[in-house]
Nanobody
Framework: QIQFVESGGGLVQPGGSLRLACAPS????????MGWFRQTPGKEREGVAC?????????YYAETVKGRFNISRDNAKNIMYLQMNNLKPEDTAVYYC??????????????WGQGTQVTVSS
């Protein structure tokens, strides 16, 4: 059974940084594509970043976060991260990690974490 434990959310001032972590059970983080998504009330869920399987390689970012966010994984610890720098109020959302039994980032995701709240406010 695939499950996730997400952590790292919180309250930060504009311009600040946070690092989200996603620790899965039931699979290894390098086996399949994994992504970070976010959602705010009344809006559709938005894809933020994705890292393809180790066998494929590659990372992808939404234009709204490109240059500020970095997705990575630590295979030894079996954790995926999202480093978020220069945070803006519009980055405020619940962030979810997700995966699917497929190597590429494109397409639907099947397994989701519980979400972690990120609030950017002065």
């Amino acid at each position: 059974q695939i499950q996730f434990v997400e952590s790292g959310g919180g309250l930060v001032q504009p311009g600040g940084s946070l690092r989200l972590a996603c620790a899965p059970s039931g699979f290894t983080v390098d086996r399949y594509a994994m992504g970070w998504f976010r959602q705010t009330p009344g809006k559709e869920r938005e894809g933020v970043a994705c890292i393809a399987s180790s066998s494929i390689g590659g990372t992808y970012y939404a234009e709204t976060v490109k240059g500020r966010f970095n997705i990575s994984r630590d295979n030894a610890k079996n954790i995926m991260y999202l480093q978020m720098n220069n945070l803006k109020p519009e980055d405020t959302a619940v962030y979810y990690c997700a995966t699917k039994p497929y190597y590429y980032c494109a397409g639907e995701y099947d397994y989701w974490g519980q979400g972690t709240q990120v609030t950017v406010s002065s």
